[in-house]
C-alpha cells in the first residue's frame, strides 16, 4: 500500500470517463402471451437505472418496426405461423447475442398442446362449430394472415440460441441478474433463487 | 380474391370494390400494444383510402386444447391467453367453474380475497397501458420523434410522471402477487374458493402505501382530463363515433362492478338495449361472425343484427354504461367526465383514456378499503362442493377484464374432464369498434396527404386507446403462392406447407 504525498506526487494524468456505449436491446414476442415482457416490466423503478445502460431497438415498447443491429435479443414465445420464423430468423441475424425467454420459446410452452391435434380439425371446432356462431361461417382464410405451422415450436429447433432464460414467466429478479451481468462484462449467472421453471 | 362474405359487408371502406388496382400500405406490426397485429390500407392514384382494415393473426387454439383437461388445471392454464391480465382469466375460469361445482355463492373471504386480486390487475394494467404504452403520443404528439415516441422518452422528458406511473404498476403487481402468490400466472383462486389468505407482512406493506396510490390515481385522472381540456377538437374529434356499450353492472343498483354482475348494453342515446340480464344468459345475447381476413371473431347482439348490434366495451363502455360508481372519489371524476359530453354520449376513442384513469382511482379506492376488511386474513377459504353426478356441470363465468366483457363457458363431465370450452375476449368484442376507428382516422386523416411515419401513426394511436390485447405479427404475403420451410438448426428440414394460388394450403410430405 502507497502512502500518499499529495506535495510531491506527479498531477494524475488526465483521464477522461469513456463514453460509454449504451448496450443494444430488441424484445419481441412470438406466440407467447406477453407475460415475459410484463416480468421484465416487473424490475420497476429499477427500470430507472437500466436505460443508463441500456437502449432499445425493436421492442413492442417501440415504434421501430424492423430489427437493426443489436448486442442483445430477447424474444419470448414460440413459433406457430411462417411469421414467427421469420422474425425470429430477422433477429438471429441482426442481434449478437440472443436469448429465448420463457416456456414458450423454451418448449413451445402451453400453445403446444395443440401439437397433439390436427389443425383443421381446431379450426374448423373454432370458427365453424361453436355456439354462439352465424351460420355459415368459414375458417379466415386470407393472403394478409400468416400460414399456421402444423405444431408450435420451442426457437433452438430453428435458430442458435445463445442463453435460456426459463419460467412461466422468468422472474424479475432473473432479468435483473441476467441484464447487470451482461452490462458489467461478466457471463450471466442465475442462482437458483431467481431460477423457476413452472 | 373476393370474398363473398365481406364484399357485401355493410361497413363504409371495410372492402374496396377492386382491391387488385389499389396500392397497398401496412403498419406491420402495430406497436406499443400487447402482442402483434397488423393494419393494411388499400390507396387509390390520388392516395384516397378505399380500405382499411385491422388484421388479428393470432391464433393458438386454446378453446380446443382445454378440451379433455382435468377442470382444476384450468384457471391456471387459461392466464397464459395473456400475460398483462392473467388475473381476468384465471377469475373468469373460477367463476364458471363455480358454477359447474354448484356454487353459487363464495365465502366471504373468497369472495373478498378474489375482488382483491382483480382490482388490483386492473390498476397495473391500466397503469401499464397509460404511462408505458401510450402517454408518449399524447405527452409528446402523434407525429412527434420515433426515437422519442416511448416509455423511455417520457422517464427522461417527464421523471415524474413516468416514476407515479412504474410505482402504481408495481403497486398493482404486489395486490396481485400477495393475493396469488406471483405476479404473474398465479394460483390464488380455485373453483370453488381460494387456497390463501393475505399474510400480515403482505396486508402491512399494502396498507402502507394505498393512501399514496389514490393520490397518484387522482393525479392520473387530473392529467387526462388537462389533455383533454388543452386540445378539446382533438380530443372530441380524433376516432369519434356513436356506438353501443356494454359491461356488467351490479344486479341491485347499476353500480359498477368489475368483478361480477349482470349484463346492461345502451344505444347512444343511453338508452337499454340489454336490461340488467343474468350472465349466464349470454348465447341469448349475443352472436359472433367469423370474416375472412381477421383470426378474431366480431360479436353483435343477436337481437339487432351484425350491422346495428355491434357494442364497445372496456372503460369507455363501463362509466357510462354503470349509473354510479360506489367509490366517492372515483365518481365526482364520473361527473365531471360526463358532463364532458353534456348530455350526449362520450364517444370520441381517446376518451377511453380519461375513464381508464377513473376506474384506476376507483381501483385504489377498492384496495384501500377492502384492506381494513379482516375476512381477507381469516375465515373459510372454500364453499363446499356438490358431489359429481349432482352438480350442474355447467357454467358461464363473465368478469370486466381491464379491456373490457371476458366471457368463459365451459361443461365438465362426471369424470371432472373439461367436455366444451368457448371463449370471447374482451378485444374481440371491439373488433368492430377498433376497426372503426382505424376508418375514422383513414377517412379524416389521410384522404389525398403523403404518408408519412407520423401520419401512421395516427392509426395506432387510435388503435392503442382500445388497450387491444394481440399477438403475433406477419409480413405482407402477398397473393401469391407461397412456400414456407421450417430448417432445423443443423439445417435439415423440419417442416414445410404451401399456399397454392386461391389460398388453400398443402404440405408435401417430408419423406425422408
Known sequence: ??????????????????????????????????????????????????????????????????????????IEGGLCNAENVEVLRDFRRQCHTLVAVGACAITGGLPAQRNAMSLPHILGEVYQQREGLKTGCAIPNDPELPLLLRQVRPLHEVVQIDYFLPGCPPSADSFWVFLTDLIAGRTPRLASGPIRYD | MTDSATSSSPFPLETAAHPERLRRVAIDPVSRVEGHGKVTLLLDEDNRVQQARLHIVEFRGFEAFIVGRP???????????????????????????DRVLGVTQLTPSAEKMRRLMQYGQILQSHALHFFHLSSPDLLFGFDSDVRQRHI??????????????????????????????????????????????????????????????????????HLTAQLHAAEPALYNRFAAFDSNFLSLVRPDDGAMDLYDGRLRCIDPTGQRLV??????????????????????KFPYLRTLGREAGWYRVGPLARVQTCDIIPTPLAEAERQRFLAWGAGRQVGGSLAYHWARMIEVLHCAEIIQTLLEDPDLREGEMMAPLLPPGERPGEGVGIIEAPRGTLIHHYRVGEDDLVT???????????????????????????????????????????????????????????QMPLEVSLVNADGSLRDQVLRAPGGTLQRPSLAG
Request: glycine fraction near 6%.
Open chain 2, 152 to 221: 423511455v422518452g417520457v422517464i427522461e422528458a417527464h421523471p415524474d410522471i413516468a416514476k407515479k406511473g412504474v410505482l402504481l404498476r408495481k403497486f398493482g403487481q404486489e395486490v396481485v402477487r400477495a393475493t396469488s402468490g406471483k405476479r404473474i400466472h398465479g394460483t390464488g383462486s380455485v373453483p370453488g374458493g381460494i387456497n390463501r389468505h393475505l399474510s400480515p407482512a403482505d396486508h402491512r406493506l399494502l396498507r402502507g402505501d394505498a393512501a399514496q396510490m389514490v393520490q397518484w390515481s387522482l393525479d392520473a385522472v
Open chain 2, 71 to 97: 377442470y382444476w388445471e384450468v384457471p391456471v392454464m387459461v392466464q397464459r391467453l395473456c400475460g398483462i391480465c392473467p388475473v381476468s382469466h384465471h377469475l373468469a375460469a373460477s367463476k364458471a367453474l
Open chain 2, 420 to 478: 366444451h370450452c368457448n371463449l370471447i375476449v374482451s378485444t374481440t368484442h371491439n373488433n368492430q369498434a377498433m376497426n372503426e376507428a382505424v376508418r375514422a382516422v383513414a377517412r379524416d386523416d389521410f384522404d389525398g396527404r403523403d404518408i408519412t411515419e407520423g401520419l401512421l401513426n395516427h392509426i395506432e394511436v387510435a388503435i392503442r386507446a382500445y388497450d387491444p390485447c394481440l399477438s403475433c405479427a406477419t409480413h405482407a404475403l402477398g
Open chain 1, 1 to 74: 500500500m502507497s502512502t500518499a504525498h499529495p506535495h510531491h506526487a506527479p498531477a494524475p494524468p488526465p483521464y477522461p470517463a469513456l463514453p460509454r456505449r449504451k448496450l443494444k436491446v430488441a424484445t419481441c414476442s412470438l406466440a407467447g402471451c406477453f407475460g415475459c415482457h410484463m416480468s421484465f416490466l416487473d424490475i420497476d423503478e429499477r427500470i430507472l437505472q437500466l436505460i443508463e445502460h441500456v437502449e432499445f431497438d425493436r421492442s413492442p415498447l417501440t415504434d421501430l418496426k424492423e430489427v437493426g443491429r443489436c448486442d442483445l435479443g430477447l
Open chain 2, 275 to 296: 336490461n340488467d340480464v343474468d350472465d349466464q344468459r349470454y348465447l341469448d345475447l349475443i352472436e359472433e361472425e367469423a370474416r375472412s381476413w381477421s383470426y378474431m
